[in-house]
């Protein structure tokens, strides 16, 4: 007996739709952002209250009008079209498509979106909201999910054949709902799919990169494991063993390995599959293979493969009699013909670039495949058989740091896979105000993983370590409990508190800046401001916990609690930020930006809250102290005068005329600055200017002078002669037994020199300490004019 009526089928036929042409029309129409009509001049006016506004230019009767679309129509027709963009060529042309699951009236449920094609039937449930939002509960839809589908399946074999394949997708935008949420297991447990932002996302750049071959990565992601049909594919093959590992040799059509392999990108779409690691294919490279292929090009390499098997989805091997000079065997290999059961671990470039060859179906391909390979296994599979190859991305590398060090023997490297694990759950947890918002692994966002990785690095919430040891844990202000010897305990236990902890502040910064989306974007949820408010927070928790208001063991909700007043100061100042300090944050460029941005929310604090003014703060503010660098510069430059004086007058009076020869390597090499710095000059148009080579000395070069001439004295020494080592042997507190340390001081000195070279550099000065030591060594250099040394 027929499930549908005659009327029924037509009616939802109608809705329906396989003609080219208007697919295309109605595809041109859904790509656009506006809802758009042409009617009569005098109804324009009646529109406007409605939203409507008048575009391009009016016609003889009629004028053309649009508006916005809404966002639930949006996303429904951004969804229709990435379908169409796949290759689905026989879609629904109605939104009202309500599809029945039972005989009664009432028994039907509309279907937002409708797509066949020669294998598959999806019907696609769209919920959206216009901002990110915690999801709804869907329990009680859910719960009655499995009755409509057994319903729907026989309305849809009645539609489009009973050879096809139906799968019920619930897509989502802007709702955080978690894959490991009680609702999506409820639908996974029926057979459904969850399609939410970062599988939108991920399709639409396979789209980008694998144009029509996407349909395969797509269909394998929405039917993984499940048969394409009952009969196994046979194929001869040679079964051998590597290590521990069995291995299989064989030849299979592109065809096959289309519908039977997956990448395991590296991607939140496949975040239920991690560790993951492939990178998504290069269009270009993609195209060129095709066309190297068809004009009969081939690779003579192994794709190399892991059949992942499921529990009805296992290989068989039928061997024959093993040969008497190899351990391999001889024999047919019977693979399950199931959608992405062959995870890809090399050579998808290779089997992608057939998706539209001529050969697809006649070519066979050499296969090297292992059986139940564990992700960790094919991700060092992955970098060994890559290290050699393209490099890895940096965003990339962070997100395969948490699988690669995870359990390594080093404490500092799996501190490393520690920070790359709170930076992929940041952006990975549906509930998180960062969910989506984080470049992880292939996937693009508006927020690069690279200053979440820096600011966890140095910030003090996660400890840091050489080796096997922990470094600057006078007290420990770190979510990470060094006093503990179960690692894999505390590993977990530390994420888990610090991404939670993070997320909360996230969240207070939303709240506090819900009106002012601009200001968060602009200086909090933004690339060079994630290092300074990551850095705060950590700079901040430290300073909590010193004066003992939090420790490692406090709760999120305490924490954040004795954080807010702190945080809530830099809000407001964002808020009011003066157009002098917005202009300096925002116009810093390069590797000093995230310093100035960090140095400045500090203050912003500090201005609020006296009691917090920590120690780099402090320094930061002597650097910028114009009087301070002044006088470090006058010093600096009164000590080089007196180096050069001194070093100069010895070797004249040791070497007489000759002095310049004795030092002749030092003499070209200054000669050649002088030379240069002519040309520089001449060239800026300065004219000729003659410089000496002697002005060109650094300090490098009094040094190596002063060393090699350290306790040198003339045949007849002049009354009141002092050696080098009675004019600059100093002790600063660093030992004074060897002339390396009696010389110490010059090497600080060189470096303090260097940085107030610098002088239209901001925040390159020296700090207090710093002009103190140079005040002591001009101290030190007038004294030992008037009173020499003992050598």
């Not at 498509?97 to 066949?116: R, S, T």
């Not at 009655?144 to 849809?156: D, E, F, I, P, T």
């Not at 060109?696 to 350290?710: L, R």
Request: charge should be neutral; include cysteine.
């Amino acid at each position: 007996m027929a499930f549908l009526s005659a009327d029924q089928i037509l009616e939802l036929t109608n809705k329906m739709s396989a003609d080219p042409s208007l697919l295309g029309k109605i595809y041109k129409s859904k790509k656009k952002t506006y809802l758009e009509r042409t009617v009569d001049h005098n109804l324009v006016e009646g529109l406007r209250s409605d939203g409507w506004e008048e575009y391009g230019t009016p016609l003889k009767t009629k004028t053309k009008i649009r508006k916005p679309k809404s966002h639930f129509d949006q996303f429904e027709d951004d969804l229709w079209c990435q379908l169409y963009d796949l290759g689905f060529r026989h879609l629904n042309i109605d939104r009202n498509f309500n599809l029945p699951y039972g005989k009664l009236d009432k028994e039907k449920k509309q279907i937002d979106i409708v797509a066949v094609n020669s294998d598959t039937v999806l019907l696609i449930e769209c919920k959206s909201s216009e901002k990110p939002k915690k999801a709804p509960s869907f329990k009680t839809e859910f719960e009655a999910l499995g009755q409509r589908l057994n319903g729907h399946k026989k309305a849809v074999s009645e539609l489009f054949g009973s050879d096809k394949k139906t799968k019920f997708i619930l897509a989502t935008r802007n709702f955080r709902l978690s894959r490991e949420s009680i609702d999506v297991k409820r639908l996974e447990e029926k057979n459904g799919f969850f399609y939410n932002d970062n599988t939108f996302d991920y399709v639409d750049r396979l789209i980008r990169s694998y144009k029509s071959a996407a349909q395969y990565q797509f269909l394998g992601m929405i039917f993984k494991g499940q048969s394409i049909n009952s009969e196994k594919i046979s194929v001869p093959a040679i079964e051998g063993k590597m290590g521990k590992k069995t291995y299989y040799m064989f030849s299979l059509e592109p065809r096959l390995l289309l519908k039977l392999g997956f990448v395991l990108h590296r991607t939140q779409a496949n975040e239920s599959e991690m560790p993951t690691y492939q990178r998504l294919l290069v269009p270009a490279r993609l195209k060129g293979i095709g066309k190297f292929i068809d004009s009969g090009g081939y690779f003579p390499n192994s794709v190399i493969l892991n059949f992942n098997e499921l529990k009805r989805q296992k290989i068989s091997f039928e061997a024959s009699a093993r040969g008497t000079h190899s351990n391999s065997r001889a024999g047919v290999l019977k693979i399950p013909n199931a959608y992405a059961i062959a995870y890809i671990i090399d050579g998808q470039h290779r089997v992608y670039g057939y998706s539209q060859s001529d050969f697809k179906d006649t070519n066979t391909i050499p296969v090297v495949a292992f059986k139940n390979l564990a992700s960790s296994e094919q991700l060092e599979m992955f970098m060994d058989i890559n290290q050699n190859q393209k490099a890895v991305s940096p965003t990339l590398r962070i997100t395969l740091e948490e699988d690669l060090y995870w359990e390594a023997p080093r404490l500092d490297s799996r501190l490393k896979a520690l920070r790359s694990s709170i930076v992929s759950a940041l952006g990975g947890d549906q509930a998180g105000p960062l969910y989506g918002k984080i470049a992880l692994g292939e996937d693009k966002s508006l927020l690069s993983a690279k200053p979440f990785a820096d600011a966890l690095l140095r910030c003090g919430l996660i400890p840091e370590a050489k080796g096997n040891r922990f470094v600057g844990q006078e007290k420990n202000s770190s979510l990470y409990n060094t006093d503990s010897l179960d690692h894999a305990v505390e590993m977990k236990s530390a994420r888990n508190k610090t991404v939670a902890f993070l997320n909360a502040c996230y969240e207070y910064a939303e709240e506090f800046f819900n009106d002012d989306e601009q200001t968060l974007n602009t200086f909090i949820v933004y690339n060079r401001g994630t290092y300074a408010f990551i850095s705060l927070i950590g700079s901040l928790n430290k300073h909590l916990t010193q004066i003992n208001e939090v420790d490692v063991n406090t709760p999120v909700e305490i924490r954040l609690d004795a954080h807010s007043k702190y945080l809530r100061a830099l809000f407001e100042a964002l808020a009011e930020i003066n157009q002098e300090d917005k202009d300096h944050l925002l116009g810093k460029l390069g590797s000093g930006a995230e310093i100035t941005w960090f140095k400045m929310f500090q203050n912003f604090v500090n201005h609020r809250f006296e009691e917090y003014e920590p120690a780099d703060l402090l320094d930061w503010r002597e650097r910028l102290d114009q009087e301070l660098q002044s006088e470090g510069r006058a010093l600096a430059n009164a000590i080089e005068r007196h180096l050069k004086k001194v070093v100069i007058g010895n070797l004249k009076v040791i070497y007489g005329k000759n002095w310049d020869i004795e030092i002749g390597a030092i003499q070209r090499e200054c000669e050649k600055r002088a030379k240069e710095q002519m040309e520089r000059s001449y060239k800026e148009g300065l004219g000729r200017n003659e410089i000496e080579w002697t002005d060109m000395f650094g300090v490098s070069d009094y040094k190596k002078i002063i060393e090699k001439y350290w306790g040198k004295t003339p045949a007849s020494p002049p009354a009141h002669f002092k050696t080098f080592e009675q004019h600059f042997a100093f002790d600063i507190g660093e030992g004074s037994n060897s002339k390396a340390e009696k010389l110490k001081w010059l090497s600080y000195f060189g470096s303090y020199r260097n940085t107030l070279a610098h002088e239209g550099t901001r925040e390159k000065g020296l700090n207090l300490h710093e002009v103190e030591f140079l005040r002591n060594i001009s101290g030190r250099i007038e004294l030992s004019d008037k009173q020499p040394l003992a050598s």
